[in-house]
């Protein structure tokens, strides 16, 4: 499964492929591609973002602070939410190895290949995922 970048899919051909090419050995090595080029640039924006926070900044103007305290915020939000993304991309890089990555975690159907070019960590189809948010959000009101 090791080609390399040159050998691989592209997005193109992946969503023109037939049904029956559906997480081939070829799709696994692009999924496994982008999952890796997601990791490497999701840990790339939690060290730019704590990089900016630990500048020590002479502020002296109450305004000047004030900005550079919500920038900090800003940036303490990206590193918590891109956090919590390594772990998935983790997971979903296991998945590849075990041969269950582009099924419902739920249903085992097919994710399918639009929902995972955008998501690539997507656990779930559509339809199981669409029913779970309903219900979260019927249970918070």
């Given at each position: ?5 040159r ?23 692009f ?25 020590p ?6 305004n000047?602070?004030?900005?550079w305290?919500?920038?900090t915020n ?59 948010e309903l219900k ?6």
């Amino acid at each position: 499964m090791q080609s390399s970048k040159r050998d691989q899919l592209s997005e193109k051909q992946i969503k023109e492929a037939p049904a029956s090419h559906y997480m081939n050995e070829e799709q696994l090595d692009f999924f496994k591609c982008k999952l890796l080029e997601l990791y490497e640039s999701t840990e790339i924006r939690i060290q730019e973002a704590r990089d900016q926070m630990a500048k020590p900044l002479d502020l002296s103007d109450v305004n000047d602070r004030a900005s550079w305290e919500e920038q900090t915020n800003i940036a303490l939000r990206i590193v918590e939410r891109e956090q919590k993304l390594l772990p998935k991309i983790r997971q979903s890089l296991e998945r590849i190895r075990l041969g269950a990555y582009g099924y419902c975690l739920e249903s085992g159907e097919p994710i399918g290949i639009p929902r995972l070019l955008v998501r690539p960590t997507a656990e779930y189809c559509a339809e199981v995922k669409a029913v779970s948010e309903l219900k979260e959000n019927h249970y918070k009101q």
